[in-house]
């Protein structure tokens, strides 16, 4: 037992890690000492038309930071939390002949709650793009 015990703690002991912490202190150092470099003998001309924003070619028309409507993130989280949702099906298809008529009527209030909260939305006008 005690021969066990040595050898769990010779395996998790702080020297095994020692040739990952000189790894990631080379590569920090080598990371940086690029970054350094590149930053030193690189060119350094700044023009208007380089300090210019690109616009994968297209002419610059007004601010990018313009307001956007609220309902294109309403549709898009509900999207989320429905298609999210869906994935709780897998476990049931996958063991529906175990789970029998208990996991049958599980599913069963699992979808009417997942349709009322729909029905719900849908009343609320959350799923409506005209304003």
């Given at each position: ?40 003998f690189g060119p350094k ?87």
């Amino acid at each position: 037992m005690q021969l066990f015990l040595l050898q769990v703690t010779a395996v998790n002991s702080a020297e095994n890690y020692l040739p990952i912490g000189i790894q990631l202190i080379f590569a920090i150092g080598f990371i940086a000492t690029m970054m350094g470099l590149t930053h030193y003998f690189g060119p350094k001309r700044s023009t208007s038309d380089k300090l210019q924003n690109f616009e994968s070619g297209i002419e610059i028309k007004g601010n990018a930071r313009q307001p956007m409507a609220i309902k294109y993130f309403l549709v898009a989280i509900l999207f989320v939390l429905f298609d999210v949702e869906v994935i709780f099906f897998y476990p049931y298809a996958v063991n529906f002949r175990e789970l029998g008529w208990a996991g049958f009527g599980a599913v069963a209030m699992f979808v009417g709650l997942f349709i009322t909260g729909f029905i719900y939305i849908w009343r609320k006008g959350a799923l409506d793009w005209e304003d």
